[in-house]
């Protein structure tokens, strides 16, 4: 199953994926703000307080990992950014050894 769901991802652009962890992370993000607000604001028993203190620590770690997937997403994009501009700079050199200096001489 986890072959399957690669192969699909590999189809799918750095930027798309950056995109949709992007979003999980913010929505990790809510649902942390949200469990650290309910510790706040209502009394809790002690076993509701560790559940939700577990629950927090959970999150927390789910938050780490997508930005340690997203610095390496954003590291791919930036090469890909390196290349296209590498390759747009041959084109261009290219362009201006073979078809410029025909029309001049």
Do not use: H, P, W
Not at 38 to 66: A, C, F, G, P, W
Not at 68 to 84: F, I, Q, T
């Amino acid at each position: 199953m986890a072959k399957v769901k690669d192969k699909r991802r590999e189809k799918i652009s750095v930027a798309t994926e950056i995109d949709r962890l992007e979003e999980r992370r913010a929505r990790c993000q809510d649902n942390l703000e949200r469990a650290e607000f309910k510790s706040r604001r209502e009394k809790l028993s002690d076993r509701d307080r560790q559940d939700l203190e577990d629950e927090m620590t959970i999150i927390n770690e789910r938050v780490l990992k997508l930005d340690k997937e997203l610095e390496a997403l954003r590291g791919d994009n930036r090469m890909n950014m390196l290349l296209s501009v590498a390759l747009l700079v041959v084109s261009a050199l290219f362009y201006f050894v073979f078809f410029y200096n025909e029309t001049g001489s």
